[in-house]
């Protein structure tokens, strides 16, 4: 893989400023790059860099500007950002698309594969299982009978599907991903014990849904726990049974969402975050890492933060308050002081 | 799988209001369900869709008051949740018993199977592993040298269970969940290195325990790691190295408890709380979702929240009291004013 | 595995008092221990122990007092713990190695494997992989490719590491683990969706590390995530892109570690732990279970608790001020109680 100026320049729509002909062959970060690399200034703290990069490339803003000598050929573009994330799509690695079924890959008679399938070995695909076109199952996956994953999803190695799962297209689902696993149902019984409640139900998640690695979706008491497309989910992350994640909402590493929790669309939950069980969450809710959020919130697009969570603001505020707690000490202990001295004062 | 109204009130030991003879296929909750459902009234707040459901048959408490037009065959019984978890088990789906040892599965020829055992490809039997009849072990685990697995128990996918593990009967384990991986022990050297201490015991698990997808669950440095029977976890939760878990204790996701801390029987913690090691924890104890616990707990049966946790109504209290600290201050500053003018008035 | 109490004595380099022909066979706690175990005793909570352990040897500080009757040949060290350790070694059980490639691993021909490898079944080793000597890459483990691990590093079952990870020398990587798994990066879009960011970057770990079962660790977006030698990190950690921890650094159960945050060396931090991202973390920090950390920290060897942390003291302060609330409520009433009923007098 390797990119002349010129071809970058026209690939990004930029403008160039230098010698059209030097040639690159990857990408790398500013302080790192060498003359074969291409790089970026899209923040302006990295500007001080320009004057001893050895990047043979540097993209950067439209109206960025360049002072003192410097050594490499500019592109000029609308937003640096984008364009290197452009470049991260032109430059990636040997994580490239394969296809066939492996030879110890176990693929059920009854089940239907897509066109341009991989699904590589010691991946267990069962009975009644429909793969669409394009789809990448890696090894040791197992898919559970009758489920169904949409055209040109992916799914990364040990993934597994429980039966009925249904996923749409263009997803991704990290290494370790469990969907499907019974949601934690039990009936306390007299002698103090716990039957467990069946859980009949599946998961259904909606295209273009991205899933971290080592993350848990359990299915339906009854009904489907549902994650509705453009949803992005990070590592490790816990969702319950019944629960329902609206569209683009995003959720980073570690978050726990309860069961028959419903949240919205366009939220975005920080990590370790934890919501309790049958809340509804409005649209456009944002909630700081760590936060715990134990009441259902009806207004949308409000930033809320703490355990139990408060608006973002009133929570910053309680943390400075609470900083304060021995100043707060003082001052009374002053005004314990004067006014005893001056009720003696008054007795004598 | 189909029932008539006159088979279902059998089965549940409930009274027959209406045609005995209609016929439902599948099981739907309230709002969606259609001719062809039984749904069910538990909570008094779902009443409201008595007149608008189409579901063929209704279970409802023998109490229930029926007004207006409606077009189920009612069901009365005594208790209609306990009836709803009979008919989830009567309903239950695709996920049916399997049995046999499939062709690309690896079982040592010095294990030892039980009777009607399935063991699915991929899934690996080491040397000297006991598996007791009518076991399930899904394809992609692996289970260790030496280990034992009590009949009826069902191993999900991808679980891996390091040797010398100890399984009772009747036990789910979901998968991507780990049990006997060493303990976190390392002994710290001058030069600021640790040194691996090595971890020889193992993990004991009771009878009728159920643990849910991706936790972890770490042998003992010496002597076993012990979850007594009926212990109930969620996902992703940590039990580490020389914890035991008393029965019929429930923990929620993401909880983790630390290095030979003792939990007792009958517990209740919600999710993402945290547990420091070597404690003591009395059986009957509760705790909010998100505590920290940092002390033993030596009477039984109370109820715990926060972080570090304190008991449940002053950690209301305390939160009450945390939230009400922006008026603390505009009373402390009222009353250093007011003393202030005193004082002043005093030394005029 | 057995040994004589005058062979133990050597291997320990301590001093023998009793019989030096007492042979054991197992490492037992002082409890639990019978006529063929040797116990120790290295916290003094367990000195009451030693009249009625039946221990055949017990290990014990060169300063230990032994009062009253006893049964155990004593072996006397320098360091009890250290001895102790030692012995975990001595008796460690059926852990043993292995070698050889299982015949239904799967090796591409273009892995180039070292001396005496273990590869067990359903193992995949994909393209360009290279394994160094004596390493253990256990059951149904996934390799990508170009990914490289160093001698005598063991992979457990069920592992997971991405295309071009680099492992270093004397690593165990317990199982259920994903290392390079693309890193949370999705740029927002104007209709309201994420678009992805390729993670063209890979995951290197250094010699001697130690990761648990269960957790993530993500490729870099561009450049690497690095973890350090000697570091040690526990079960179900989050660790994303770009982020880099420094040498001997010991990160417990559960914690997690946002994008492109530099945690310096021989840092310790507790359990359920969260950092935001861009952080930079000084030398020899120490963090209490749960802190949420969102500042950057440049002094080194200080202590921090709480979320948000600050200094280890402070939050000891803070905890009581906090619990104090209800009695700063009670003085604040009878200030202002006391001042009214001055001022009504003033008045009078």
């Known amino acids: 893989m390797q990119f002349t100026a010129k071809e970058l320049a026209e690939r990004l729509d930029g403008l160039l400023e230098g010698n059209p002909d030097v040639v690159v062959r990857k990408l790398a970060k500013i302080e790192e790059a060498d003359e074969e690399s291409v790089s970026f200034i899209a923040n302006p703290k990295y500007a001080v860099y320009l004057n001893t990069t050895k990047a043979g490339i540097l993209i950067v803003s439209k109206d960025f500007e360049a002072s003192g000598t410097y ?8 937003d640096a950002y984008t364009s290197f994330t452009k470049l991260l799509n032109m430059f990636s690695g040997s994580d490239s698309k394969v296809s066939g079924v492996e030879p110890m890959a176990f693929v059920s008679q009854k089940a239907k594969l897509g066109k341009d399938v991989f ?4 991946s267990y695909i069962a009975d009644d299982v429909e793969i669409g076109d394009n789809v ?19 799914v990364f190695p040990n993934c597994t599907l429980y039966h009925d799962t249904i996923v749409g ?7 370790g991903t469990v969907i499907g696993s019974d949601g934690f149902g039990f009936a306390p019984q007299k002698d103090g014990t716990f039957q467990k409640i069946n859980q009949n139900g ?15 979706i359990d299915r339906a008491t009854m009904g489907s726990t549902v994650i509705h497309k453009g949803v992005k989910i990070d590592n490790l992350v816990h969702i319950a049974h019944n629960v329902e994640i609206g569209e683009n909402t995003v959720i980073a590493g570690q978050t726990g969402i309860s069961g028959s929790t419903k949240i919205d669309k366009q939220c975005v939950i920080g990590g370790q975050v934890g919501f309790v069980g049958h809340l509804y969450i409005a649209p456009g809710s944002q909630f700081g890492a760590q936060s715990g959020i134990n009441k259902s919130i009806k207004t949308p697009n409000k930033k809320w933060n703490g355990s139990p969570a408060v608006e973002y603001m009133d929570s910053l505020r309680l943390i400075n308050h609470n900083r304060n707690l021995p100043e707060v000490e003082k001052r009374l202990r002053l005004l314990e002081d004067q006014l005893k001295s001056l009720l003696a004062l008054k007795n004598d």
Chains 1, 2, 3 share one sequence.
């Open 71 to 78: 050594h490499s050929v500019l592109v000029r573009v609308e």
């Open 119 to 122: 699904i590589g070995n010691f």
């Open 136 to 154: 990448q199952i890696y090894p040791n996956c197992f898919i559970g009978k009758g489920s169904k994953i949409g055209d040109n999803t992916r």
């Open 169 to 175: 297209a263009h997803c991704h689902i990290h290494s």
């Open 202 to 216: 599946n998961v259904i998640i909606g295209d273009h849904v991205d899933i971290g690695a080592n993350s848990t």
